[in-house]
């Protein structure tokens, strides 16, 4: 379907949700066939235990979505108790549940600046004991998943918000700003030879300066000879992105010839100013991000993952209640987003009817 064509369709389901009462707008009635399958790549999502307890979301999910991501249960803040013991029964259930439902595995993280455990920092100052402790920390972490993970974020937003130098953590300063990510990548390949190792990070394609930052970071952990096998560009973007950016931005990224996940994609509508027409601007977001994927080489396209589901799931919620940035309604009906992603993808359907169609895969 032409993007014109696409525009008609999301503008008559924009302009039907606008003629109802705020209270019963229907989600805008789209038809979208299973994702999954119009994707010649893995189409991931993001998962809590808490989802995939949730029969709703079950059935959406394992309809559109080939691979997962554990939002939060598989990094240190869950998994490093007070007494620097480790618990895996969430991310085991997670795991578990894409195995179960052909979803490939995809984790994060394993070294991030926001993650500052206090079964770590409760460690002697001696470099030996703490340095045996991050490696035991990724050694037992990746080792658990090895012959299901596809890929870990190894390292997660290296660099600094303004793109000047890399940021500060627990991990730099007790283990060298450099020489922490370096051991990071070699003791996660020692722990899983088949994994891809992937270094992500946000902004890009909002802060030239960290773009830059962050492609010198790359070429450098190569140039050192570390494992890096893959790029992330979590795309945290809003509505108000200027069309052409986001293409832009996974081209510079694609031009090291290393697979390129996508990793955490969403679109606020609030980060943007919640206007009026952003929603039609959000589905052209999706569809370009989703082009410019697509227009990479085969063997540089990873992973295609939204960071979250349905819009109640997401992290955004959090920050403001009245977003909207995903794909699906709080009732997991299709919104103008997925027309927007799942046009791209040649996966859009003409609607029977403009009014009441529940998401349904065809
Ligand atoms: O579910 C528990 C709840 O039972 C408990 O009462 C509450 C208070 O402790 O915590 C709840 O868990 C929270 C969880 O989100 C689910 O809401 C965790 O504390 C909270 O830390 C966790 O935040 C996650 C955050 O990363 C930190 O891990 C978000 O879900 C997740 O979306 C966010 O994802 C990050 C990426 O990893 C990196 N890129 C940015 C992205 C958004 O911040």
Redesign the pocket.
């Known amino acids: 379907m032409s993007g014109l064509s696409r525009r008609s369709l999301i503008g008559a389901a924009l302009a039907l949700g606008a003629c109802e009462s705020r209270a019963q707008a229907p989600a805008a009635p789209v038809e979208i066939a299973p994702l999954r399958a119009a994707a010649p790549f893995p189409l991931g999502v993001?998962a809590?235990v808490?989802h995939i307890e949730d029969p709703d979301w079950v059935r959406l999910a394992a309809t559109h979505f080939s691979q997962l991501t554990p939002?939060?249960e598989m990094?240190m803040?869950y998994i490093v108790r007070p007494d620097g013991s480790f618990r895996f029964d969430r991310a085991d259930r997670l795991a578990a549940f894409a195995r179960a439902h052909r979803m490939r595995l995809y984790c994060?993280?394993l070294v991030w600046y926001?993650q500052r455990p206090e079964g770590f920092e409760k460690l002697d100052e001696s470099r030996t004991s703490f340095g045996r402790a991050f490696d035991a920390y990724i050694t037992a972490v990746v080792g658990r998943y090895r012959g299901q993970a596809v890929g870990w974020d190894v390292v997660?937003?290296a660099v600094a918000e303004d793109g000047e130098g890399w940021r500060e953590s627990l991990w730099a300063s007790r283990l060298g700003d450099f020489d922490h990510m370096r051991r990071a990548f070699d003791v996660a390949r020692a722990a899983d030879p088949e994994a891809v190792l992937f270094i992500n990070d946000?902004n890009l394609e909002t802060i030239p300066k960290k773009l830059d930052t962050f492609q010198r970071l790359i070429e450098r952990l190569l140039a050192a000879g570390a494992p890096v096998g893959g790029i992330g560009c979590?795309s945290?973007i809003d509505a108000s992105l200027p069309s052409g950016v986001y293409t832009r931005t996974l081209e510079a990224l694609a031009r090291f010839g290393l697979p390129i996940h996508v990793s955490?994609l969403d679109v606020s509508l609030v980060r943007a100013g919640r206007r009026p027409g952003l929603e039609a601007r959000q589905a052209d977001l999706y569809a370009e991000a989703m082009g410019a994927f697509l227009a990479l080489p085969a063997r540089q396209r990873f992973a295609f993952t939204l960071?979250g589901l349905r819009d109640k799931d997401s992290?955004l919620k959090r920050e403001n209640g009245r977003d909207a940035p995903l794909l699906f309604d709080d009732q997991g009906r299709a919104k103008p987003a997925a027309a927007g992603l799942a046009d791209a993808l040649g996966a859009l359907k003409p609607v029977g009817s403009l009014y009441g169609n529940e998401n349904r895969a065809l």
Request: proline share 0%.
């Open positions: 993001c809590q808490s939002e939060w990094k803040e994060t993280t926001a997660n937003e946000y979590q945290h955490e960071w992290w």
